[in-house]
């Protein structure tokens, strides 16, 4: 099983919204990582988990909140967003953090109303 | 500048041609990722190298460590080789990825 799973596909939220999203590896990858991408532009990393413990935030404001319960699952919290954080939410794996092949997800497209 | 640079920006072809695409990069790399993006999100890993070339399928990559390029180029094009192509560059801890290049085969 090579595949990362992201639910949900489309999420569309209120700024005083709770929601979360969730991603899933059953690789035995040790990172995990959360990227935002906007439209026609490149991914954006946002949180590095190593061995399920946080090893990167690049600056992530507070609204986003990241959790990773096990070695296979990683959320991300969303609450009180803005409509500039409606975005593609994308999730990947990678074997070890040290510069292996990250799978990607197939993304989440988060709308802010 | 930015740390990695991919051209061109924008392909069009016929389905058949061969088509290249370059990136470059200003920083010191463990490894350089060639990426596709289909319209709707998901992002595939195509290679990941650190020296020479790599080829799979209609698919060749490669590299040149000291003059700090890479190439990918696709043979026998294809419509649904229509993508977006992003090269990434892994200083081992995070990558830096190019802006894409947004690739358009006509049948």
């Known amino acids: 099983d090579t595949e990362v799973t992201q639910t949900p596909k489309h999420l569309v939220m209120g700024m005083t919204n709770k929601k979360s999203l969730k991603c899933e590896q059953h690789m035995g990858h040790r990172a995990m990582y959360w990227y935002k991408q906007k439209a026609k532009k490149p991914p954006e990393l946002m949180f590095v988990?190593?061995?399920?413990?946080?090893?990167i935030n690049e600056s992530v404001p507070s609204r986003f909140s990241p959790e990773c319960p096990n070695s296979s699952l990683l959320n991300l919290h969303l609450h009180a967003l803005q409509p500039e954080d409606s975005a593609l939410y994308l999730c990947?794996?990678?074997?070890?953090?040290?510069?292996?092949?990250?799978?990607f997800g197939p993304g989440t497209r988060l709308t802010v109303t | 500048k930015n740390e990695v640079e991919q051209s061109p920006q924008n392909l069009t072809a016929q389905e058949g041609e061969f088509i290249t695409i370059n990136c470059s990069y200003s920083?010191?790399?463990?490894?350089l990722h060639w990426l596709q993006q289909h319209p709707g999100g998901g992002i595939v890993s195509l290679f990941m190298l650190s020296s020479g070339k790599k080829k799979h399928g209609r698919l060749i990559a490669t590299i040149n460590i000291q003059e700090k390029h890479s190439s990918l180029h696709i043979t026998a094009s294809h419509p649904r080789d229509s993508a977006v192509y992003i090269c990434a560059v892994s200083d081992g801890t995070r990558l830096t990825f190019g802006e894409g290049t947004q690739l358009t085969v006509n049948p």
């Open positions: 920083v010191g790399i463990s490894a």
């Open positions: 990947a794996s990678s074997q070890d953090p040290q510069g292996y092949e990250q799978y």
């Open positions: 988990y190593s061995y399920e413990k946080l090893s």
